[in-house]
């Protein structure tokens, strides 16, 4: 069996590639290459032209045509990824049965759209599979608009994996990391995960929807993982664990074993870790371990607002784990935590006061803007002004909230500069 594998181009008003690998369809590819299928892997996404820090980067972009809905907003819409050229001239090589093609962002899917039908003009009669995170909190979407021959909901892998006949066992996909070297001859950084889903039910969180029951990777997986792409060449590793250290016990067995393979490396953790179960032991392995600029999850200091979201970190949690990551050797502004910006009737004057107080701690801020996710309790009141998955993206989110547009620039720039002067400590 051959099988073409897409991780399609990105469709925006901005685009960086913040460690943006589809690490779920690396998993699956992973898992069918060990099962002696031969894989046809086009990423999209894999061209940049300026190389930041860490491995991050600039994507090559083109301006296309802003769909209708955003007409009025003064901003190019771009293609983020290879030029058409490159895409046509790649898939003119492959003679595939199945043609798999992943999912990111829900308002990515116009990428999705010009993919299919480039793919439908040169393989009319193969089966073309969607599936990913807006094939799953979108599907009804996906189904009606994409093209596709068959979409699959990320719980549905005993089906996906049916329909293209082969075996599935649970245990060990969900125990399988992605080779990196079977997709990219280049490798700037590796993504991994020790877990998947995660034991919180935070009310604008969809990552219940998105991975399904707490899973757990054997620590010993982990470190050879790590140890097998730092002999690659490999510096930079990106943790997108959603519940790294629950089980701080666990977190302390993963983190000893990299200690102990003696590298010199860097780990990066845009997902957020968990304030409440950061101890000292953990915060000086983190440190020994090389962790960069460690972030954590707060949302908010408003205690109300807390037990309405998941109840997950409160201001106690917050001020004992900034004492252990000091007492640990992390300096003021070598650590963040996430607030959100722009949710409903949100009160500015008071996140401006979270700010100074983190601020004061000396904690770096790192806004994320608020827009609500599909498939999550508080999605259910924008479900029917929402119902174009493009207006899900929080770019331009606030516009729906006009009146306070000028407010969050004035937050953001506030931000910067306090950020920034946590630089001169």
Not at 207 to 218: D, E, H, T, V
Not at 233 to 250: Q, R, V, W
């Amino acid at each position: 069996m051959e099988i073409l594998a897409i991780n399609p181009w990105i469709t925006d008003f901005a685009a960086y590639d913040f460690w943006l690998k589809p690490y779920g369809f690396l998993t699956i590819l992973t898992y069918l290459s060990r099962k002696n299928i031969k894989i046809n892997y086009i990423d999209c996404l894999d061209k940049k032209l300026l190389y930041g820090t860490f491995g991050r980067g600039k994507f090559f972009s083109e301006i296309i045509e802003k769909p209708p809905i955003f007409k009025n907003i003064p901003r190019y819409f771009r293609r983020y990824g290879i030029s058409l050229e490159t895409f046509e001239k790649n898939i003119s090589k492959v003679n595939p049965d199945f043609i798999l093609i992943t999912s990111s962002m829900t308002y990515w899917y116009p990428g999705i759209i010009e993919t299919v039908r480039i793919l439908k003009a040169k393989f009319p009669k193969v089966p073309v599979i969607l599936g990913g995170t807006y094939a799953t909190l979108c599907f009804k979407h996906a189904k009606k608009t994409t093209g596709c021959d068959h979409v699959f909901k990320n719980n549905s892998l005993e089906d996906f994996f049916s329909f293209i006949g082969v075996n599935l066992n649970l245990k060990e996909f969900y125990s399988t990391l992605p080779e990196y070297s079977l997709f990219y001859k280049k490798l700037d950084y590796a993504v991994f995960r020790t877990s998947w889903g995660c034991p919180f039910d935070c009310s604008f969180c969809a990552i219940k929807k998105l991975s399904g029951p707490f899973f757990r990777i054997n620590p010993e997986i982990i470190i050879d993982f790590i140890d097998a792409h730092s002999k690659q060449g490999i510096k930079n590793f990106i943790l997108y664990d959603d519940a790294f250290l629950y089980e701080p016990s666990y977190a302390k067995k993963i983190l000893a074993g990299i200690l102990k393979l003696e590298k010199n490396l860097a780990f990066h953790t845009p997902n957020a870790l968990h304030l409440r179960f950061l101890d000292l032991e953990i915060a000086k392995l983190m440190k020994k371990c090389g962790f960069i600029n460690p972030h954590f999850g707060l949302e908010t200091l408003d205690s109300r607002l807390q037990l309405d979201w998941g109840n997950k970190v409160n201001k106690q949690d917050l001020i004992k784990a900034i004492r252990h990551l000091k007492q640990a050797g992390f300096k003021n502004g070598e650590f963040s935590v996430y607030l959100l910006l722009g949710y409903p009737k949100q009160d500015l004057n008071k996140l401006k006061d979270d700010v100074i107080f983190l601020n004061a701690q000396g904690t770096r801020v790192s806004l994320a803007e608020f827009s609500p996710t599909p498939g999550t309790r508080i999605f259910k009141d924008y479900a029917r002004k929402l119902s174009d998955p493009l207006l899900h993206n929080n770019s331009i989110f606030g516009l729906f909230q006009e009146k306070k547009l000028e407010e969050f620039w004035n937050i953001k720039n506030y931000v910067r500069r306090l950020n920034k002067n946590l630089d001169s400590f």
